[in-house]
């Protein structure tokens, strides 16, 4: 059983992860954003004059944060579950920060501040930390 709710948790957190990038692909298609971009942007860790890493390899590093967040919050909710709210809106807050502080970092100037963009940030990720409480919730009374 305990095999299978973590095969589960992992498909979650590849699920979450995976639809966090689609809701920013979505906003850049709607509203001509780089949200995508700033998202995958990993030229502060990789030196794009060397090597540019491909979109896969970009889109592997943004799963597996996704899926470290994702079992963060879980064991944070199954062991100490009086910090998980409060961890979870600090999760939230410092995400939403980063779209200032992943373009303060970035190597390549490619983005722009716009409040488009930063709504779009926010709806993205509120969205998302929304799916990741939902299907913590929902894998820890499953699984009771």
Request: aromatic letters at 14%; a positive charge; one cysteine or more.
């Amino acid at each position: 059983m305990e095999e299978e709710q973590e095969m589960k948790q992992l498909i979650y957190a590849v699920l979450c992860a995976a639809g966090l990038l689609a809701m920013t692909v979505l906003w850049d298609l709607l509203f001509g954003t780089k949200l995508t971009l700033l998202l995958l942007n990993v030229d502060f860790i990789i030196d794009y004059s060397r090597r540019r890493p491909s979109f896969l390899e970009e889109t592997a590093y943004h799963i597996i944060i996704g899926i470290v967040i994702f079992y963060s919050l879980s064991i944070i909710y199954r062991k100490y579950h009086q910090l998980y709210k409060p961890t979870l809106i600090i999760c939230l807050l410092l995400t939403c920060s980063l779209y200032y502080l992943l373009t303060l970092i970035a190597v390549r100037p490619f983005f722009f501040h716009t409040i488009i963009g930063v709504t779009g940030w926010l709806v993205t990720h509120i969205i998302y930390f929304i799916a990741i409480n939902t299907l913590i919730k929902r894998n820890y009374t499953i699984s009771q």
